[in-house]
């Protein structure tokens, strides 16, 4: 699958989205691919602050629980209710329906990558 | 993991994308490309599911005195069994507690044919030849030298039948045959680790590959560990190292039925007396989410909002949801109000029945 070129992208293989101070959060493609179905998704709490790097949001495959660090500071506004129903959209479709979370940026980000740099990444 | 063992279907695994993941000392296909959910689906919708459980291991034990050796060193009555039969048992230790749970296939009068746990293969044959001394027998591991496929699944006969050259249809639940398949001899019996009618299958390495790639061709897929392990939960059937161990007795783990305590002396009887009578030390309850989430190994279980427990094997069932099986107190087994604590806090459950989801198994 073609990474798309206007996420940004995290070493822990998490994408985000900018748009002005908002934020999109979700996995990429190559993280769904390696976690298998996911078959549940814990989301944060809409109103939560949180740091870089922290545990914002839990996804659950067959046979294995995995931790999702946001890749930006801040407040979460909205939360993708639909992975409560459909989880198997984070597999299907990780840099679009399969969104999890978006976030009112308060400033700091972990280490960006571009879609270049994270193809690099990835073969590396 | 150079020290890991390969079974002659290796690289069929590896061509169909299979996962290798180390599993009791094999590297072992956790999924395919499709993924576990699809293979799942496959084998509960009326599929054929092709499963390569190679790392169990297979005793021989023959001789004059076969049936009273393994008597002593199984739990089960295996004076019950017919030639062709095949029944559940367990190898106990002085203690009462597990060293295995195996399966018991009659060949004859004087030659049986065990099924062992991968993990317990070298504890497992140590502990059959150290106890065979005292008998007119013979201990003989072959496992290294036997290929085990599972196929599971309604359309398993229809794929097998193919292959072999009698009737499949002769076979009942638990019983087997040693026919021909592929030319090469081998025994089939009609059991499973799923909760689907279907079949086992031990041949000779020599023609894994080519039965393995027969079946593909008669519509069978292939199914990895992780479905494999979301069938049997959804059974409730025991495994090894989850509900059953050295740590627990058939009375705790629900398995008295195996368990033939009017059968004569055997390793662990007495124990098992003792614990039965004083009581389980913890019960095995199957319990269900009522919220959302799902319960997994080792997650504690509170009853009336104290710690009675843990879970020992748990899951995301597609039919069921959020399915367990779980230690608790004994005098919680019938508590109403149960939980599970997932990431912190507290999710409730229900007591519910066993198999989570209707067995197809043809009785």
Known sequence: MTIPADLKYTKDHEWVRIDGDIAT??????????LGDIVFV???????????????????????????????????????????GEPEKVNSDAYGAGWIAKVKMSGATLELMSDDEYNTFLEE | MNDLSKTPIFDEHVNLGGKMVPFA??????????????????????????????????????????????QYVTTNDVSKLVEGQVHYSALLNESGTFIDDITTYKISDSEYYLCINAA??????????????????????????????????????????????????????????????AGANAIVSRTGYTGEDGFEIYIPNAIAVDVWKQLLANGAEPIGLAARDMLRTEM?????????SDQVTP???????????????????????ARRSEGPKQRLIAIKLTCRGIPREHYKVFAGGIETGEIT????????????????????????????????????????TLPFVRSNVRR
Do not use: C
């Open chain 2, 120 to 181: 317990n293969r070298l504890k497992d044959v140590a502990h059959l030849n150290g106890e065979a001394k005292a008998f007119e027998v013979n201990v003989s591991d072959e496992s290294d030298d036997t290929t085990l496929l599972a196929l599971q699944g309604a359309a398993a006969q229809a794929a097998l039948q193919l292959l072999v050259d009698t009737d499949l249809e002769k076979i009942g639940y638990y019983k087997f045959a040693q026919l021909k398949v």
């Open chain 2, 236 to 244: 409730g059937y025991a495994l090894y190292g989850h509900e059953i």
């Open chain 1, 25 to 34: 959060f979700g996995i990429s493609d190559h993280a769904q691919e390696a």
């Open chain 2, 313 to 352: 094997s748990g899951m995301f069932s597609p039919m069921a949801g959020g399915v367990a099986l779980a230690y608790v107190k004994p005098e919680d087994a019938e508590a109403g109000e149960l939980s599970v604590e997932i990431r912190g806090k507290a999710v409730s459950a229900e007591r519910t």
């Open chain 2, 25 to 70: 000392g094999f590297e072992m296909p956790v999924q395919y490309k499709n993924g576990a959910l699809k293979e799942y689906t496959f084998v509960r919708e009326g599929g054929a599911g092709i499963f390569d459980i190679t790392h169990m291991g297979q005793v021989r034990v023959s001789g004059s005195e076969a049936l009273p050796f393994l």
């Open chain 1, 42 to 84: 814990e989301l944060p709490e809409i109103g939560r602050t949180i740091d870089a790097g922290e545990a914002y949001a839990v996804v659950e495959s067959v046979k294995a629980v995995s931790d999702v660090y946001a890749p930006a500071a801040g407040e979460v506004i909205e939360v993708n209710e639909e992975l409560e």
């Open chain 2, 251 to 273: 009375v705790e783990a629900k398995l008295m039925w195996i368990t033939k305590l009017d059968k004569g002396d055997f390793i662990g009887k007495a124990a098992v007396e």
